[in-house]
């Protein structure tokens, strides 16, 4: 596990020196795992001796329901919400103490390329990640307040106080709206997702240039994107 999550972001192809650092093993004891996943086609090798995730991975990552069923079910949404906006939209599930980009859709001429698919940020930062924790049972709220909490710029809110009293308000208003809090130049509003059992598992999110956001109409035409979704995802289940 050490050595598969070492690539990432960045960190797409690796040499066998560069995983063994990254993942904390012995170079003899990194090779003979490396041999055993590219023969198992967990990782490949190209020829230059750089190693990357294989299709297999992919095939078995398919099989996610929490990541791929929102995803299949949300799509449709998610493109109605990018054009009709004109901005990226963008679909989160919680993992741990963070929100992780399944999808992600956006105008050709977008300004933003982040967060990208797979891109991971802690709860308090982004507005997916604000609606996932303000749902989150009260044990992890507790236990994430409690932490260290990572500051982006001068406007990330990082006290447990006040964070708390912005989660009891997003859990009212239905949406979670993120300034300034990841980058100086964007603000996001997003809404949460819930299954058949009114469990919130995902969220979704538009992503606007500062100056932009109009945050009543973007809330209701977020929150109207994770309605559908929700109820596409609770016919699926009652059809089957």
């Known amino acids: 596990m050490g050595i598969l999550r070492s690539f990432g972001e960045g960190n797409e192809a690796l040499s066998a020196s560069e995983i ?12 003979r795992i490396l041999s055993a996943l590219v023969e198992q086609r967990l990782l490949e090798k190209s020829p230059e001796g750089r190693y990357h995730v294989g299709l297999v991975l992919w095939e078995m990552a398919s099989y996610a329901p929490r990541s791929v069923g929102v995803q299949r079910l949300a799509l449709p949404f998610m493109r109605d919400l990018s054009t009709i906006t004109q901005y990226p939209v963008h679909l989160a599930v919680r ?26 940020y802690p709860l308090h930062v982004t507005s997916v990640g604000l609606v996932l924790l303000a749902n989150a049972p ?24 006040r964070l708390r009293k912005r989660l009891a308000g997003i859990r009212t208003q239905g949406f979670a709206v993120s300034d300034r809090q990841v980058v100086l130049d ?22 606007t240039p500062l100056g932009r956001l109009h945050e009543q109409s973007a809330a209701h035409a977020v929150q109207t994107a994770a309605l559908g979704i929700t109820r596409s995802w609770q016919q699926s289940v009652s059809s089957s």
């Open 138 to 161: 009260a044990a992890v709220q507790d236990g994430f307040l409690s932490g260290s909490l990572r500051t982006y710029t001068p406007l990330t809110e990082t006290d447990p106080v």
């Open 186 to 207: 964007a603000i996001s509003v997003a809404a949460p997702i819930r299954d058949w059992t009114g469990t919130v598992v995902a969220a979704i999110s538009v992503n």
């Open 20 to 31: 063994s650092r990254l993942a904390g093993l012995p170079m003899s004891t990194c090779h």
């Open 95 to 120: 993992e741990g103490s963070e929100s992780v980009f399944i999808e992600r859709l956006a105008p050709a001429d977008s300004p933003f390329d982040r967060p990208r698919v797979g891109s991971r």
